[in-house]
């Protein structure tokens, strides 16, 4: 166990690096019975590859994914899926400028004194690639969601300080950086546009919106909702805030106004963002995700070899400017691999 | 497993009510040899005491900790260790009021579609009380810590809007509310006061910084350090939103601004927070904490009766008018208890 | 997590040792709206007590429990049981004789090996005393069995080489030594008589039968229901040995002897005890347990010091000749807990 | 979480049928550093396969392993190991005849019950073939012994009822049947050819031997090393009793003889196979694991359909006469996988 599992009863385990063999993971707990198809989970893989907008870089992997087991005539068997997506590109590559040298922004001297040594070859394990086994088992996550009528969106708020509206959730999916309307979107470009202009990269908000939990989700203490949440979300590497409903705004509210009122139609508004206590009310969940500037950059920066020199880096080739057209679709993922566990969790409590 | 333990290796087991006969809990996996004291671990407990300043009511809990097992001449023995504190005041009271109607802001009706009934005492297990038990366990795992020479500390940098400088940090512990600074005490009280007399509440913000954590720390996909952290403090009653360094403000940022450049003498500065792909850098470890307002407000709320039907609801009693100087010492246990458990997951990497 | 937890779903951790405050421990995912009687609780805990036969001394431990939260109104609340049973016995003894010398056949030599030191007073956690907290996880744990009525029966089958007939199962929790039958008491007093005239002791065999678990019960792989058993079982001091259905005959019986034939009226012998795959098949399940003879003689033995210096020990006082009487009660509270934590995890597959 | 991953530190998480694309898992948690040979698993590998005596049939998996990630450079990374093994032979076949019939002896009722359907190719997930991830697993569990020089092995006691003296147990990985002894191995052949004459089937008993281990191993209540052990071993398939040391002959014997006695050179007897109150004594660790004869018979069997009529079943091809060539390895493995987890649990409790 060294955190390459996600989940008590439905479980997420996953294996690989940005330039082995491949990744992919294991999922265990799934219920017995469920439809699963190769290609919905394809799609899902499909969204979180670049071409969303022009601030991701074109890269040739297609991140074709095999199911290996656990699924049988279309449906879930119960016992574990295996699933593995090879590397395509894995072509040798000179990583001497960073086999040495700290790229600053990234893990590589956590990396060095956790482990000793690293897999310095494009990032190893703490690349992005290593997400495209969440999104496979947030697509299977769905499955049981599905039983509950639970949709789950993740759509952008910010990119660079530009904030969208939240006009039109409908096309999310099919727009460019995912974006919570249309109209940002130039806006948006023109940014990106200035930016890597200038070598350098930007951050950018995602909010997620769930529909359909049924109030009682959730654990007293611990393992109350939002802290679950808030784990799986900021697991997801680039994540540097989470907030649920008024989120930090509400450390500067009033009791009176923050506080939802019940009606005989239900709460009349959502400051809590779907959770009391820990607990779901029943209400849409509500979660906001800062993700911070990609920390590749083309300018120079300065750092310090693995001998403690002082030095200068840097980072060329083709990198994104931000990060968000990948991420929200993980997001996505994770928050569905949350709630598939706690719902199989609070099936415990049904009487017979 | 419904979520009452906190930790992998260093894990905090925890029951009890606001109303039943105590609270209390089992520190399991806590290394043998480590010198423990029962005062200590009391003036922990005090400090979460009421009578933070004039925000919080005065209730005559003493909440005196008995150390049932675990601990022999002084120093653990590597077993199991059981501690109880028990509730002094359990008078009978008259709950009619909430028995049948939930509170807004409270976690009253999650509880009953969970549950399918609830402890209504005094909130039963929602009720803030359920901390004590935490601020027993993170008492215990400051003796991991002291192995390491890390020290945590947490102090309040915002009250009903109103920020604090970080002036002196080293008074923290004995100034009101654990307020960053000086200053800002008369500005807060000013306000809660007005506040007070409303009948209204106010939320805050807290902030933790973590010295001493050596490199290395967390694990690269699920298990980040910061995704245990938000994990942890998310899982605190009230808080609403978790940052890790520069946090949302990150997302507004350029990578050449966020990125903290390395030199010879180490990180020129801490924008991310002390942690780098979830894993330590060696810089200290900065979180911030969003503190909702106590939903518990004396004004009138409109509210239904468990039976679907409308009615309003005034919180009579002396209740506390903002949460954090109760939830404050609650952070830090909870970020103690998390770096336990991080650094003895850690240990598993160690060669012979 | 230091092996003070039993059960994923339905987790009993426990605490305590035999000469400090008391022992107790936490039950976490009890499911809500079960009747629990602390009366019923009680009684198993005084049918572990001693005075089971003469093979038994009689101490003074009342051994009360009591019920710390999670129960109102004599239900289960969904939250976490907390209980707590005191040490009346604590007086000061003399314990220099074994503080720096090795028991023979005790875990005294390992529990220096593993913590560096040990509380020597009766064994602290090694005791088996420790035993009275699984007793009490069982008897809860049997409010989730009365669900599906589920029944769990421990009988004593040998002790001392001297096997009981299945005669009358019915009056095993009334009947001395919990013996499968009448007939054989007065060959077990007569055996233990003369090997306690001998300073020696004796060891035994129990047999555990389950009657009414539903088929489909234990997981394909690593969790076979008969994997989970066998730790479970195994877990309780003093057993050598466990064995499901024809256990250690089977491996020397042929295919066509060993498999049971299925009949309309379902299987038509149950070599299997009940588990076939790893998985329930509907029929009763059927376990047996080697329990070794008490380590502590009368006699003297040989050993060494802390030192590693020889000499001779000969342990004194009132002792157990047999520890079957009491194991009797903590094999069955094992077995109970295993089921309810197998039952809630199957719960997980069902459909809505 | 249904049961495919064994280890809480060191963690094997399988997944695979026999007749899908192919078996597989993940190793978590192993420490970095560690030197790993493709070759040296692949050669654990060849010893499951079939060809170890005339009990086994002859089939053409080549059964190749194919490590994915978490090893880089013949050294271990610390991150998550993912590994492959293809399933060759998935040509169609013909499953008429067990697709709607239970065949005795095996889990298929169970299977129904507990999923509402199964994969009836070759067994699905209840195959054997399913332990080629667990001798993947053992093989880099052993990099973790060999940092502590221990070593593990198993061999044959008993086919048939026949034992084998414990002779010559250095070529115990050579010889036909892992026998204990050279001598045995006609005597064995000549049962099998007779039973094979009658369509019938044969058990055994596997000794496992483990020198090396350091005392202070396992956890004192629940945890035991005992009680993992048999969790380890009741959990490989045909397993069906377990015992340690003296095992189930301790239960006839007395105190005075089951005690070992210590001197200054160490125990002057094994009784207790190496553990004593669920701690190692860092003597030998000594089990015995009872093997049934393997289900599938070339004789007629009385049995049900899925729709409950009787019927009869004769199963046809080429099956094994005895698990025990098969299973002896992956006893091995378990064996491995259960001390490399407790050893690393165990590191929690050093000093720094």
Known sequence: MSGNSFGQLFRLTSYGESHGAGLGGVIDGCPAGLSISEEEIQQELDRRRPGQGIASTARKESDTVHLLSGVFEGKTTGTAIGFHIANEDQRSRDYSTIQNVFRPGHADFGYDAKFGFRDYRGGGRSSGRETVSRVVGGAVAQAVLDQYGISVMAYTR?????????????GVQERPYFAACDDVIPLWEERIKEIMAQGDTLGGIVEIVV???PAGLGEPVFDKLDARLAYALMGVGAVKGVEIGSGFE?????????????TAEGFASNS?????GGISS????????????IPSIAQEQQTVTRDGEETTIRI???????????VNPVLRAMTRLCLADMLLLQRRNISL
Do not use: F, W, Y
């Not at 910010?158 to 409908?170: C, F, N, V």
């Not at 509400?250 to 019940?262: C, I, K, T, V, Y």
């Not at 060329?316 to 990948?326: T, V, Y």
């Open 158 to 170: 910010e990119i660079g300080g530009i904030e969208a509206e939240l006009a039109d959730l409908d």
């Open 211 to 213: 529909t359909g939990v």
């Open 250 to 262: 509400a450390a500067r509210s009033l009791g009176s106004m923050n506080n939802d009122p019940m």
């Open 272 to 276: 809590a963002g779907g959770i009391l």
């Open 282 to 293: 029943g209400q849409s969940i509500v979660a906001r995700v800062a993700i911070k500037p």
């Open 316 to 326: 060329g080739g083709r990198h994104d400017i931000c990060a968000i057209p990948r």
